[in-house]
T-cell receptor, first 112, second 113 residues
Framework: GENVEQHPSTLSVQEGDSAVIKCTYSDSASNYFPWYKQELGKRPQLIIDIRSNVGEKKDQRIAVTLNKTAKHFSLHITETQPEDSAVYFCAASIPALGRLYFGRGTQLTVWP | EPEVTQTPSHQVTQMGQEVILRCVPISNHLYFYWYRQILGQKVEFLVSFYNNEISEKSEIFDDQFSVERPDGSNFTLKIRSTKLEDSAMYFC???????????FGPGTRLLVL
């Protein structure tokens, strides 16, 4: 089955800096890649997603890039703010199955 | 905005006891999922449910686990005889038929003593 690896496990940045989180996947049949943000004690919230027919998607300060050939995708957060501090999970999904395969998560801390 | 809800938020039980975790998916969603997250580990898929039947289950979802949609709103996960290693956060999720986005509930933290 699919295996999703996520790096780094922890990331500390200064407010205003950029943060990049990287994920790789193993099954070339995966075609949907969401990113979830989970604040302490709260539910995972979808922040952005990308499908395999596009290479990049942007939503204000957040962007995701996908390299299908290399089977990796990345989350980019620019101009980070303390409220961006949370655990970020990447995931991959294979069509017709629907289940999400998650990475281990990245604890992002943004220092003021 | 509608949200997936889960009850209880926390559950403590003795090993060998049965537990039922409850979820109310978003009302017009047709696909339902259970995931779990053991402390410090990744979120793992347990089971998916569509059209009143299981559509897929993982190797974790053994005979001790079952799911049910007893009425038009609830979706439950039952663990028949809990083990220590069942201690985890259990998340319910749902999605529409026409979309891939899964919306997660707040989770139930299960502790088996």
């Amino acid at each position: 089955g699919e295996n999703v690896e996520q790096h780094p496990s922890t990331l500390s940045v200064q407010e205003g800096d950029s943060a990049v989180i990287k994920c790789t996947y193993s099954d070339s049949a995966s075609n949907y890649f969401p990113w979830y943000k989970q604040e302490l004690g709260k539910r995972p919230q979808l922040i952005i997603d990308i499908r395999s027919n596009v290479g990049e998607k942007k939503d204000q300060r957040i962007a995701v890039t996908l390299n299908k050939t290399a089977k990796h995708f990345s989350l980019h957060i620019t101009e980070t703010q303390p409220e961006d501090s949370a655990v970020y999970f990447c995931a991959a999904s294979i069509p017709a199955l629907g289940r999400l395969y998650f990475g281990r998560g990245t604890q992002l801390t943004v220092w003021p | 905005e509608p949200e997936v809800t889960q009850t209880p938020s926390h559950q403590v039980t003795q090993m060998g006891q049965e537990v039922i975790l409850r979820c109310v998916p978003i009302s017009n969603h047709l696909y339902f999922y259970w995931y779990r997250q053991i402390l410090g580990q990744k979120v793992e898929f347990l089971v998916s449910f569509y059209n009143n039947e299981i559509s897929e289950k993982s190797e974790i979802f053994d005979d001790q686990f079952s799911v049910e949609r007893p009425d038009g709103s609830n979706f439950t996960l039952k663990i028949r005889s809990t083990k220590l290693e069942d201690s985890a956060m259990y998340f319910c999720a749902s999605r529409k038929d026409s979309q891939e986005t899964q919306y997660f509930g707040p989770g139930t933290r299960l502790l088996v003593l």
